[in-house]
């Protein structure tokens, strides 16, 4: 499950992908958006085009099967930063507990994606 807020004229949006929500596989999903657009403005665009079978949904909680959710904030400013924090669900129980972050991006990438992942 992902989340992208703070987007120019873009209300939040939520995203559900199926298959490798873990960290690293998240991490990939980020890596290759941003290797198509690094524009930090741009990096909601770039993640929906490398992401196609991304499911668009109203809120979170439609993904009643996710273990992890990713919340990708573009802070405003002079110069924009994408910062991503990480919750986990453990299974059979309806809590969210903090994983990571708030973290800038390419942090999350160079922490959690598995060397060669990103080639």
Known sequence: MFTFTGFPQTPPRHLYLH????????????????????DAAAFLAAFLSSQPS???????????????????????????????RCWRRRPGTASWT?????L????????????GMGS
Do not use: M
């Open 98 to 102: 903090c994983r990571c972050g708030p």
């Open 104 to 115: 800038a991006l390419g942090v999350f990438i160079q922490r959690f994606l598995p060397t």
């Open 54 to 84: 991304a499911l668009a949904l109203a809120s979170p909680e439609q993904a009643a099967d996710a273990e992890y959710r990713y919340l990708v904030e573009l802070c405003a400013g002079n110069d924009p930063k994408l910062q991503v």
């Open 19 to 38: 298959h490798d929500g873990y960290p690293a596989g998240a991490a990939w999903r980020f890596a290759t958006a941003q290797h198509h657009r690094s």
